[in-house]
């Protein structure tokens, strides 16, 4: 008869360190999770280097006539060849060789992207707009 309290007594002794130990844990979970954030948001805040500036789309995603002149001076070895109004510009291309001739350095361009099946881009068509 004896046997059955004393094995009562050490099972509700087991569930008690059982349940303190889940607690301690718990506790100890949620301590190092509030620590992260609060680490992350102090770096974050701290970081010089690193800022996010949301810069909102605007205008109808044409491009000027100067800055497709800069982007086919940048063309360099392994990018995608471009065509402005029908002309060809792949690189490597020469500085030398570059001309605005066909190029309307005021007026505005349509891109046109085209990617292959991973997602590289092939080729940039831009359309001057009327």
Known sequence: MNYAP????EMSA??????MA?????????TCASLNSLAYVTGQSQ??????IAVPLSGDGSV???EVLQAIARL???DAEMVVDGIRFAPPLEREQLSSVGIRLKGR????YERD???HLQRLTLRSLP
Do not use: C, H, K, W
Not at 6 to 9: I, P, S
Not at 14 to 19: D, E, I, N, R, S
Not at 23 to 28: E, H, V
């Open 117 to 119: 099946a991973s997602g």
């Open 76 to 78: 360099d070895e392994g």
């Open 47 to 52: 970081e010089r280097n690193l800022q996010q």
């Open 109 to 112: 361009y349509q891109p046109a």
């Open 6 to 9: 004393r094995t009562m007594l």
């Open 22 to 30: 889940a607690g301690s844990g718990l506790i100890l979970f949620q």
């Open 64 to 66: 000027s006539g100067a």
């Open 14 to 19: 087991a569930l008690l360190v059982f349940l």
